[in-house]
């Protein structure tokens, strides 16, 4: 700020604020939007999706000057899709936007993630059956064409995952402790059954009390029981 008198501040904050009100009081002159057959506006005010899901957005109040995008022939600005999924996995990423929703007045309420192949198939794909999961036909997740989606349950997905005959996935639990293990065999995806001992706060899971007396047991915690005349007995370390 070039003023160090506290009088001339506050009329230069004054004179800043009125200029600022009136250069977005302009009208915004964007031209008319126009929708070409092959895209279709989303359930989200001012979101549009193309068939092979190429996502644009109407522009607002912050695109006077295109910073956030040039308006193409359309009237509309080009949304560059983000990934999500893990990094590390490239292959199991999906493409997604941000979305802005918005009250009656045109309040911002808050930002969404939706997934490119999502928009598709809730514009284009019909779903009589009301399912959840979106299936892409040929497996491949970057190609979010409307004719290479189909709506299905999660098992479907599962199946429809291209992944070889014995590949063995892990569903991670809460905490990410011993995670559930599912083997692919014959299409499908079968549970491996775990060769752990259930566990529950007591120590008086079923295989725990089919142990011979004298047998020494180590929990997770770090400490250690060893079972006598049928109860297991903690033991203090040395």
């Not at 936007?97 to 598709?120: A, T, W, Y």
């Not at 299936?135 to 999660?154: A, C, E």
């Not at 402790?177 to 995806?189: A, F, L, Q, R, V």
Request: hydrophobic share 25%; with cysteine; net charge positive.
């Amino acid at each position: 700020m070039p003023y160090k008198d506290l009088q001339k501040r506050k009329e230069y904050k004054r004179e800043w604020a009125r200029k600022n009100a009136l250069k977005n009081s302009r009208p915004l002159n964007f031209p008319p939007i126009k929708i070409p057959e092959n895209m279709k506006e989303t359930q989200y005010p001012g979101y549009y999706i193309t068939e092979d899901g190429k996502a644009y957005r109407a522009p607002g109040k912050c695109d006077r000057n295109g910073q956030y995008g040039e308006i193409n022939e359309y009237g509309l600005i080009y949304l560059k899709p983000a990934y999500r999924g893990h990094p590390g996995r490239p292959e199991h990423q999906y493409e997604c936007i941000n979305i802005s929703i918005r009250d009656e007045n045109g309040k911002f309420l808050k930002q969404i993630k939706k997934s490119i192949h999502q928009l598709v198939a809730e514009v284009f794909v019909p779903n009589p059956e009301g399912h959840k999961e979106v299936l892409h036909l040929d497996s491949n997740n970057r190609n979010n064409h409307y004719k290479n989606l189909k709506w299905g349950t999660h098992k479907e997905n599962m199946e429809m995952v291209g992944l070889p005959e014995g590949t063995i996935r892990q569903h991670p639990r809460y905490g990410n402790h011993n995670p559930t293990k599912y083997i692919k065999k014959d299409g499908e995806w079968i549970l491996i059954p775990s060769d752990k001992p259930p566990w529950n706060k007591g120590l008086k899971g079923s295989s725990w009390n089919t142990l011979p007396d004298g047998t020494i047991r180590t929990r997770a915690d770090g400490t250690t029981w060893i079972k006598q005349n049928g109860r297991w007995v903690y033991q203090k370390k040395k």
